[in-house]
C-alpha cells in the first residue's frame, strides 16, 4: 500500500479566503482594473503567440521590456512564473542536505513552506515587539551557526509593512559572506527605488533580488516575478529553474504592460497616496482595543490588536460586511484600496471598534 511521506502527508493545499465579497483588500493586489488602451495591447500580444511552439526559455523580450523599465541589465534577470516559483526553485537548489535557512517572524510565510518542502531545517529569528529587524541580532545567529547557507526575508516586509533601511540591509550581506542572502522586494515600489538593492546586485557574490510583477505593477493574474543577481548566480538560476516556466501569454502580455511605463508609475504613486490617507484615517484610532497600527511602507495597514480574540472578532466583522482582509493572530493586515473602498474600511472599523470597546 502506498503512503505518502511525513513532510506532505499532513499539509494542506494553500488556501486563500475563499467565497465572494463586495470589497477585496486580502492580497495585496493593485486596486487598477486595465485600462481600455491596455486591454487592446494586451488583445493583440495575446493573439500573436504561435500557440503550437515552445515559449522562449529565456524570455529575452519580457527581461529587456522589465529591465528598461528598472533601467538594469537585462541580462542579470531570470524569470518565474510568479516569485512563489523562484522561491522554490532557489531554496530547493541553493540549500544541499545538512544545511539550514534562516527566516525571520514575522515574514512570509511561503519562505518556511518551501524549507521545510525541501527538506532544509528552518532556523528562525523572532523579531521583537516593535517588529523591527535587529541586524545585529541576525548576524550573531549567522555567526553561531555555519550550517546557515541561506538568509530569505522580504523587505519592505510582508506582512509588517515596515521597512528595513539599505545601511543595515548592506551591513547583513557584507557580514554573512558564507550565506546567500535572497532579498524579496516585492513591496519594494512603494518604499523607493533608492532603498532597492536592484542596481547594486554585482557589487556582491552573495545576492540574490528578488521583484514580482504582482503587486505595484497590477499584473498577479499573469504570474511574472524575476530573480535579479550577478552574472554567476544568474547562470546557475537560469540552470536550475525548468526551461519552459514563463509561457507565451506571459512573455506577450507581459511586454505589453510594461511598455506602458508612465502609466505604472503613476498608478505606484496613486496606490502610495492610497495608503498613506488609509493610514491617516486609521491611525488616531489607536489607544484601547487598537494597540498599534504600523507605519507602513508598503501597500498595506498592519494592525496589532495584543489579542487574538479581538482580532478576530473585527476580521468577522469586515466580512459581515462582505470585505476580506487578512486576519493573523492578533494582527490585522488591510491591503489599500480605491479612495472609495477605504471610505469604507474605515467606516466599518470605527463601528466594529465603537460596538468592541463599549463591551470591554
Ligand atoms: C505577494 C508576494 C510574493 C508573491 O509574488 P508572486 O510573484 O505573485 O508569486 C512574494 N513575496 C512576498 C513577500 C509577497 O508578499
Redesign the pocket.
Known amino acids: 500500500m502506498y503512503t505518502l511521506n511525513d513532510k506532505i502527508r499532513n499539509l494542506q493545499p494553500y488556501d486563500p479566503i475563499s467565497g465572494n465579497y463586495a470589497i477585496r483588500l486580502d ?2 493586489e493593485s486596486y487598477f482594473p486595465m485600462s481600455d488602451e491596455m486591454m487592446q495591447q494586451l488583445q493583440k500580444a495575446v493573439s500573436a503567440v504561435d500557440y503550437n511552439r515552445y515559449p522562449d526559455p529565456t524570455a529575452k523580450n519580457l527581461r529587456q521590456a522589465y529591465a528598461g523599465v528598472y533601467d538594469i541589465d537585462a541580462n542579470l534577470i531570470t524569470c ?8 522554490g526553485v532557489l531554496v530547493g537548489a541553493f540549500c544541499t542536505a545538512g544545511e539550514k535557512l534562516l527566516t525571520f517572524a514575522p ?2 510565510s ?1 519562505y518556511r513552506f518551501y524549507g521545510e518542502i525541501y527538506g532544509v531545517e528552518n532556523v528562525v529569528y523572532q523579531k521583537p515587539e516593535s517588529l523591527e529587524i535587529d541586524v545585529n541580532a541576525v548576524l550573531s545567529m549567522i555567526h553561531a551557526d555555519d550550517k546557515i547557507r541561506m538568509v530569505l526575508f ?1 523587505n519592505p ?3 509588517t509593512s515596515l521597512g528595513l533601511d539599505k545601511a543595515d540591509v548592506e551591513k547583513l550581506i557584507r557580514n554573512a559572506p558564507n550565506c546567500l542572502i535572497v532579498l ?1 522586494e ?2 519594494m515600489d512603494f518604499y523607493g527605488e533608492d532603498q532597492s538593492f536592484l542596481k547594486r546586485v554585482n557589487e556582491f557574490d552573495n545576492l540574490i533580488v ?6 505595484a505593477l497590477g499584473m ?1 493574474a499573469i ?3 524575476l530573480a535579479v543577481a550577478n552574472p554567476t548566480l544568474t547562470r546557475a538560476i537560469t540552470a536550475v529553474k525548468s526551461p519552459y516556466n514563463i509561457n507565451s501569454m506571459t512573455q506577450n502580455a507581459g511586454c505589453a504592460m510594461l511598455s506602458n511605463h508612465a502609466l505604472l508609475k503613476q498608478r505606484t504613486n496613486e496606490i502610495i497616496a492610497s495608503r498613506d490617507a488609509l493610514y491617516q484615517a486609521v491611525k488616531p484610532m489607536e489607544g484601547k482595543i487598537l494597540k498599534t497600527v504600523f507605519q507602513p511602507q508598503t501597500n498595506f495597514l498592519f494592525l496589532d490588536f495584543a489579542d487574538g480574540k479581538l482580532a478576530k472578532a473585527v476580521f468577522d466583522g469586515f466580512l459581515q460586511h462582505s470585505i476580506a482582509i487578512r486576519y493573523m493572530g492578533r494582527y490585522l493586515r488591510i491591503t489599500a484600496g480605491s479612495e472609495q473602498e477605504n471610505k469604507v474600511v474605515v467606516n466599518v472599523l470605527t463601528e466594529l471598534l465603537a460596538d468592541l470597546e463599549g463591551d470591554c
Request: aromatic share 6%; hydrophobic share 30%.
Open positions: 492580497a495585496n518565474g512564473n510568479g516569485s512563489d516559483e523562484l522561491l515574514d512570509f511561503m522580504s516586509c510582508n506582512p524579496d516585492a513591496y528578488l521583484r514580482t510583477c504582482s503587486k498577479a504570474r511574472l516575478g
